[in-house]
T-cell receptor, first 111, second 114 residues
Framework: DQQVKQNSPSLSVQEGRISILNCDYT??????FLWYKKYPAEGPTFLISISSIKDKNEDGRFTVFLNKSAKHLSLHIVPSQPGDSAVYFC??????????FGAGTQVVVTP | DGGITQSPKYLFRKEGQNVTLSCEQNLNHDAMYWYRQDPGQGLRLIYYSHIVNDFQKGDIAEGYSVSREKKESFPLTVTSAQKNPTAFYLC?????????????FGPGTRLTVL
């Protein structure tokens, strides 16, 4: 049973506009959430994270929002750039190191 | 350069053969993990290890085995008992001076069983 869900398999956005990626989870014990970016045939790279005690974390063009009551988090990328075209994975953990991943969202940034 | 290395990048094996995938890290991380990625799916945890000489099954451990004899190394053996071994395999590590929650990934090994 998938505990972390990314319901949008793909997202197309124009360069310079905002990309919004969504993620839902079912396990209320999750207390730490991460976003990873992945290019084809490469390992994922860590992008940004948020603890359950916060509702927002910002790092440059990337902002993650957490809504615990809705068990929902989102990643905003502003402005989107061509190099942002990749698969983005949402992940969550409730214990030391065991991450549960969503299925990923393919982002395509068009000129 | 600190990081995680996986070798080889591509691996081909005949059905029924065991195969071992290498994973080495020089990040001084205590914890190491093996994941599998299939097309259109997220990463699924196969095995993980928090300390040397100790490891635990993940969500899909059947048909796989691991060892953790050294802190730096966590090899994964795909046995002939694994029914669908063709996949992209990713090794990760965490801990040390970094957060245990933030895992660093290697470049992956694509295994194709013919």
């Amino acid at each position: 049973d998938q505990q972390v869900k990314q319901n949008s398999p793909s997202l197309s956005v124009q360069e310079g506009r905002i990309s919004i990626l969504n993620c839902d989870y079912t396990n209320s014990m999750f207390d730490y959430f991460l976003w990873y970016k992945k290019y084809p045939a490469e390992g994922p790279t860590f992008l940004i994270s948020i603890s359950s005690i916060k509702d927002k974390n910002e790092d440059g063009r990337f902002t993650v929002f957490l809504n615990k009551s809705a068990k929902h988090l989102s990643l905003h990328i502003v402005p989107s750039q061509p190099g942002d075209s990749a698969v983005y994975f949402c992940a969550a953990t409730d214990s030391w190191g065991k991450l549960q991943f969503g299925a990923g969202t393919q982002v395509v940034v068009t000129p | 350069d600190g990081g995680i290395t996986q070798s080889p990048k591509y691996l081909f094996r005949k059905e029924g053969q065991n195969v071992t995938l290498s994973c080495e890290q020089n990040l001084n991380h205590d914890a190491m993990y093996w994941y599998r990625q299939d097309p259109g799916q997220g990463l699924r945890l196969i095995y993980y290890s928090h300390i040397v000489n100790d490891f635990q099954k993940g969500d899909i451990a059947e048909g796989y085995s691991v060892s953790r004899e050294k802190k730096e190394s966590f090899p994964l053996t795909v046995t002939s008992a694994q029914k669908n071994p063709t996949a992209f395999y990713l090794c990760a590590s965490s801990g040390g001076q970094d957060s245990y929650n933030e895992q660093f990934f290697g470049p992956g090994t694509r295994l194709t069983v013919l």
